[in-house]
């Protein structure tokens, strides 16, 4: 069962009941263009504890970045501080001057409706279909119907949230995230709940999306496979600060397994790990030669 604080309740109530005056065949919405995002010394600190370490960074527009990082390396703060959840600090942990934060190089101090954030969990409201889930706050539900088509989920519509598996919930969440057109999404762990194998099947429909409307996309993850996967650059975080800024020089769709693949994934995995490169950390394997390619002579 799944509780709602009285405060998200009532905003929720106020979006149904805006989204009610709206016709369903309301005109779509144009799709946003995609967010240059700059950082200038972005940082967040709780007390004495820093969160995030001051980052200088600039994320180009339609660029498709992946954070890696263990657990409170800083990579759900960074995501938070993007969609306007939680407030910067300076250096020193007092509200900082000016904007750290800007977006098509326009200071931003609050939340921007051209960003979205996806969640771990699909935080869907049980007491609602699915369509009415992605539609909600959304002028009828022309847009809702396309994203779910987009995320394979056409004819589910009618479902409740409770007849779904846990892929399938997910994949009404990012519908509900890409049927406001974003400019910037967020992913924080978006596929985390979800089993190896349908990881691996969201993953390349993430990446088509993407490449398919052109958003900006920032992706946090502990999966540095899936960073490879499907990250144009992957940022290593470690408490805080940036371990590895690292672009990502391979062929879509990626081969998973081939001798760049896993050399990539061994480079990142060291810098999340804290490990030392070797000299010959990169070089590619000796080819293995099958034994059904051999002939032995009695």
């Given amino acids: 069962m799944m509780f709602i604080n009285p405060n998200e309740f009532e905003l929720l109530q106020h979006l149904e009941a805006r989204g009610r005056t709206e016709p369903d065949d309301a005109p779509d ?10 950082l200038r010394k972005l940082a967040k600190r709780h007390g004495d504890r820093i969160a995030l370490q001051p980052l200088d960074l600039e994320i180009a527009a339609g660029e498709f970045v992946a954070v890696v990082g263990r ?12 969609a306007g959840q ?21 200071p931003s101090w609050a939340p921007d409706s051209r960003v979205r954030l996806l969640q771990p969990d699909a935080r869907l409201l049980p007491w609602k279909t699915v369509l009415q889930n992605v539609a909600l706050g959304l002028p009828g539900t ?5 994203a779910l088509r987009q995320v394979g989920l056409d004819g589910h519509g009618g479902d ?6 846990e892929p399938q919930r997910q994949r009404v969440a990012l ?11 967020l992913l ?6 979800l089993d190896a194998l349908s990881r691996l099947e969201a993953q390349p429909l993430l990446e088509g999306l993407w490449r398919q409307q052109g958003f900006t996309a920032v992706l946090a993850t502990h999966d540095v496979a899936e960073a490879v996967a499907v990250a144009d650059r992957i940022l290593v975080l470690d408490e805080g600060g940036v371990a590895l800024d690292e672009r990502v020089g391979l062929a879509r769709p990626r081969v998973r397994g081939s001798a760049a693949f896993v050399a990539l994934e061994a480079r990142v995995l060291r810098a999340a790990l804290r ?24």
């Fill in 160 to 165: 409740w949230p409770a007849q779904l598996t």
């Fill in 175 to 185: 519908a509900r995230a890409l049927a406001r057109r974003p400019g910037l999404l």
């Fill in 275 to 298: 490990q030392q490169d070797t000299p010959d950390a990169d070089r590619p394997l000796a080819p293995v030669i099958q034994i059904r390619h051999l002939r032995l002579a009695v």
């Fill in 188 to 193: 924080d762990e978006p596929f985390k709940a």
């Fill in 86 to 106: 939680l407030a910067p600090s300076d250096e020193q942990g007092g509200a900082p001057s000016r904007s750290p934060l800007l977006f098509d190089s326009f």
């Fill in 142 to 146: 022309a847009q809702a119907a396309q």
């Fill in 71 to 82: 657990a409170g390396s800083g990579k759900s703060t960074l995501l938070h501080l993007l």
């Fill in 29 to 38: 919405a144009e799709p946003q263009s995609a967010l240059r995002v700059t």
